[in-house]
């Protein structure tokens, strides 16, 4: 479980100096963006949530810590009885259950989740193991930017850290199959 939280102003010294005079506010929400991006599309973050499960009232809430959106359902239990994924639809706020509960329960909910658009920090762990990838993801997107007064577009350096971005996903995808999974002669190294 990742429980230290990391400002993702550490990773603005990897990012800022490559795209100067760009402002730095213009580079914290990149990182921000691209934080939320690489944790949707890799699953290196997840939580596991206790919410109720209310007698009559077949939705469940979801409610996250503030800062932090669910990606991805992953199971569901309720009072400790797994529930199918036929049995239930998800969204990024709620549970719709295919039943209707008979009594009051307490759901646990195991999902993948990212940084909300504007947060401010991420796991520690993810910060210290893929900040490089996030720089790249972010640097590509400062760098792709043009327009009046935007003098730092460079076309070419926006591919390569959008090379190394997607290089880094897959890596980072590659190893939560492995965990999820172990290692197999299916999963290599991405």
């Avoid at 993702?8 to 990897?14: D, E, M, N, S």
């Avoid at 760009?22 to 691209?34: E, F, G, K, W």
């Avoid at 997840?46 to 009559?56: F, H, N, P, R, V």
């Avoid at 504007?118 to 790249?136: H, K, M, Q, R, V």
Wanted: glycine content about 8%; aromatic content about 6%; charged content about 25%.
């Amino acid at each position: 479980m990742m429980n230290r939280m990391e400002q993702l102003g550490v990773l603005v010294p990897r990012v800022l100096p490559q795209v100067l005079p760009c402002p730095r506010s213009m580079v914290i929400d990149a990182l921000q963006y691209i934080a939320g991006d690489f944790c949707g599309k890799t699953g290196v973050w997840s939580m596991t949530l206790q919410e109720d499960a209310i007698k009559g009232d077949s939705g469940i809430r979801l409610n996250p810590p503030k800062g932090v959106a669910i990606s991805r359902v992953e199971s569901v239990y309720i009072d400790g009885s797994y529930i199918d994924k036929d049995e239930y639809r998800s969204t990024a706020n709620d549970i719709l259950l295919g039943f209707v509960p008979q009594r009051d329960a307490i759901a646990t909910i195991m999902c993948t989740v990212r940084p909300s658009r504007n947060a401010e920090s991420l796991p520690e762990e993810i910060a210290e193991e893929w900040g490089d990838t996030i720089a790249y993801g972010a640097l590509a997107k400062v760098k792709a930017m043009s327009g009046n007064n935007i003098e730092w577009t460079d076309a070419q350096g926006a591919k390569l850290a959008l090379e190394l971005y997607n290089e880094g996903c897959a890596r980072a995808r590659a190893k939560m199959i492995r965990r999820k999974h172990g290692d197999s002669l299916f999963v290599g190294d991405l």
